[in-house]
């Protein structure tokens, strides 16, 4: 019995190495607030640890992790907010290796309202499916495929307009 649970602690703990960092990453960038995502992500990881040999056995167990995590954000933000203690909304540190065109991408994520970036980077960052999206943000499927459309849009014109010669000088590299 107990050589099967370091089975599943060992295969627990190759789990969070995997995914705990792009897992932060994303959620940083749709709370905007780092030290949230890195308690949200927590909470999901620690779900997941307690229920680890049921999660293990699914396609995608860090969709679960994502969705709890998710959730877990949110909640704590709208607490936050309305608890007087906001969270910083403004932009985050971006590492200093990062190229320019993912500057300009973050500042277009950035503006999005806060359903379009979140839905943005659960889709693409996290790579869930619409369906996870719309379980995690307890919206139907429709308003996920909406919403994603509208921000596409919106992203699409914002990313568009940078200066010429910034655009020029990212496309030489």
């Known amino acids: ?9 060992d295969d627990f703990d190759r789990f969070y190495a995997e995914n705990y960092e792009p897992m932060v ?23 997941a640890l307690l229920r680890w040999r049921r999660i293990s056995s699914f396609e995608r167990p860090a969709t679960w992790v994502y969705v709890v995590a998710v959730r877990s954000g949110r909640s704590q933000l709208a607490r936050d907010r309305r608890g007087g203690n906001g969270a910083c ?8 290796d990062a190229v320019v065109s993912m500057l300009w991408l973050q500042d277009a994520i950035d503006r999005l ?14 790579d869930l499916s619409l369906q996870d999206i719309a379980r995690a943000l307890h919206l139907s499927l429709g308003t996920v495929k ?4 509208t921000a596409h849009r919106r992203l699409q014109v914002d990313l568009s307009d940078r200066p010429d ?5 990212n496309d030489a590299r």
Do not use: Y
């Open 1 to 9: 019995m107990l050589v099967g649970l370091c089975d599943t602690v």
């Open 146 to 149: 909406s919403t994603l459309h």
């Open 113 to 126: 309202p806060p359903r379009q970036r979140t839905v943005v980077v659960l889709r693409h960052l996290a």
């Open 25 to 47: 990453r994303s959620l940083t960038i749709a709370f905007r607030d780092r030290a949230a995502a890195e308690d949200a992500a927590q909470v999901g990881f620690e779900k």
């Open 165 to 169: 010669e910034e655009r020029r000088s």
């Open 89 to 96: 909304w403004g932009p985050n540190p971006i590492p200093q």
